[in-house]
């Protein structure tokens, strides 16, 4: 600082501009940052910021509040469930399995915990009876097919590869309620499973067109999908 009284400090600067260099880390005991050449020792002797040997410096420093995100500079990959593929093993191989449905004949073995734990209708029908020791229950009103797709909903979580096969068309015509989304629609409400309504529903509605519309809206009414009725109202006013 000017210790003449004129006010000429040397100033370098105000922090009026953000640090070109970006925010500097003292990593250890003698870490320098700043210009070493910022007034040469002659001109310093013989000015007047010196007097009587001492100097005065005033500083103002800026301290930049960060902190370092460690998951960008390292990370570990977690790999997607796979509680699915585990449970859809279950399924497959019929390890375990307790109870036999008879569909139409064709026979399914699962277990009755993973039944209950996924849908409240099962859960009911299977240990609130008065036999609650059963082995075997007969499905009156589902296709093996449709069954089958149910299985896998509830064991892996998703569609099975011949509910994703239906082609789009099949919605089109006057038998939308025989195709197999159609019917597994009408087993999820059935079974109370909202997820795999939600999926049917999805499904539906990309096939919603004039001509299909009525029929989708009469399947979205009679199986309370009550998303898929909105898009078929919606798309109806709209468009007839």
């Given at each position: 600082?000017?210790q003449?009284?004129?006010?000429?400090?040397k100033?370098?600067?105000?922090?009026?501009?953000?640090l070109?260099?970006?925010?500097?880390?003292?990593?250890?005991?003698?870490?320098?940052w700043?210009y070493?050449r910022?007034f040469?020792?002659a001109?310093?002797?013989?000015?007047?910021?010196?007097?009587d040997?001492?100097?005065?410096?005033?500083?103002t420093?800026?301290?930049?509040?960060?902190?370092?995100d460690?998951s960008r500079?390292h990370?570990?990959?977690?790999?997607?469930?796979?509680i699915?593929?585990?449970f859809?093993?279950l399924l497959?191989?019929?390890?375990?399995?307790?109870i036999?449905?008879d569909?139409?004949?064709?026979?399914f073995?699962?277990?009755?915990?993973?039944?209950?734990?996924r849908?409240?209708v099962?859960?009911?029908e299977?240990f609130d009876?008065?036999?609650?020791?059963?082995?075997?229950?007969v499905?009156t009103d589902l296709e093996?097919r449709v069954?089958?797709?149910?299985l896998h909903?509830?064991y892996r979580d998703?569609?099975s590869?011949?509910?994703e096969?239906?082609?789009?068309?099949s919605a089109?015509?006057?038998s939308?309620?025989?195709?197999?989304i159609?019917k597994?629609?009408?087993a999820?409400?059935?079974?109370?499973?909202?997820?795999?309504k939600?999926?049917?529903e999805?499904r539906?509605?990309?096939?919603i067109?004039?001509?299909?519309?009525?029929?989708?809206l009469?399947l979205?009414d009679?199986?309370?999908?009550?998303?898929?009725?909105?898009?078929c109202?919606?798309f109806a006013?709209?468009?007839l």
């Open positions: 600082m000017d003449s009284g004129k006010g000429k400090h100033v370098h600067s105000h922090f009026d501009r953000s070109e260099s970006g925010p500097y880390t003292l990593k250890y005991r003698g870490s320098m700043g070493k910022f040469r020792r001109l310093l002797e013989t000015s007047d910021y010196l007097k040997d001492c100097l005065i410096i005033n500083c420093v800026g301290v930049v509040v960060s902190a370092i460690c500079l990370s570990i990959q977690v790999p997607e469930s796979d699915g593929a585990h859809g093993m497959e191989n019929m390890e375990g399995s307790d036999t449905f569909v139409a004949g064709e026979k073995h699962s277990h009755k915990l993973v039944l209950a734990a849908s409240p099962f859960r009911s299977i009876g008065v036999d609650d020791q059963k082995k075997e229950m499905i093996p069954f089958k797709a149910l909903f509830i998703t569609l590869e011949d509910v096969s239906v082609e789009s068309s089109s015509l006057s939308v309620s025989e195709t197999l159609a597994l629609l009408a999820a409400d059935r079974y109370c499973l909202e997820r795999l939600l999926m049917c999805s539906l509605c990309k096939n067109s004039v001509n299909s519309v009525a029929k989708i009469a979205a009679e199986y309370h999908a009550t998303e898929l009725k909105a898009v109202l919606r006013a709209e468009n």
